[in-house]
Nanobody, 123 residues
Framework: VQLQASGGGLVQAGGSLRLSCAAS???????IGWFRQAPGKEREFVAT????????YGADSVKGRFTISRHNSKNTVYLQMSSLKPEDTAVYYC??????????????????WGPGTQVTVSS
C-alpha cells in the first residue's frame, strides 16, 4: 500500500491541525500509525489505530490532545491535533503495519511509509 500524508502547516501554540493519511490501496487491511521526527532527533511514535478502528493507542506526550481516527470507505486515516505546543514541531509520517504487535509503537513493525508532512508550531 502507498501512503500520502497531508495537512501540515504553520500554526500558533494552542492551535489545531488535522493531518490526513490517504492510501492507494485498501487501507482497511492495515493498522496505521503516525510517527514524527523533529530536527536532530530520532523518529518517535505518536499514535496508532487498528484495522477496524476499534482500538487506538497514543504516546503519553500527546494523550488528551491528539486523536487518531479512520474512515476505511475513504481509505483515509486522520490525526486531529489540538492544543499544539512548539515541541510538537516535526515532520509527521503515516505508516502501515500488519504485525500483531503494532500497538507497541515500534517503527520497525511498520513496513510501508509515506512522505511526511511538516508541522510547525510557533510560540
Amino acid at each position: 500500500v502507498q501512503l500520502q500524508a497531508s495537512g501540515g502547516g504553520l500554526v500558533q501554540a494552542g492551535g489545531s491541525l488535522r493531518l490526513s493519511c490517504a492510501a492507494s490501496g485498501r487501507i482497511s487491511n492495515y493498522h496505521i500509525g503516525w510517527f514524527r521526527q523533529a530536527p536532530g532527533k530520532e523518529r518517535e511514535f505518536v499514535a496508532t489505530i487498528s484495522r477496524s478502528g476499534a482500538s487506538t493507542y497514543g504516546a503519553d506526550s500527546v494523550k488528551g490532545r491528539f486523536t487518531i481516527s479512520r474512515h476505511n470507505s475513504k481509505n483515509t486515516v486522520y490525526l486531529q491535533m489540538s492544543s499544539l505546543k512548539p515541541e510538537d514541531t516535526a515532520v509527521y509520517y503515516c505508516a502501515a503495519s500488519t504485525n500483531v504487535q503494532y500497538s507497541s509503537g515500534s517503527d520497525s513493525l511498520y513496513n510501508s511509509w509515506g512522505p511526511g508532512t511538516q508541522v510547525t508550531v510557533s510560540s
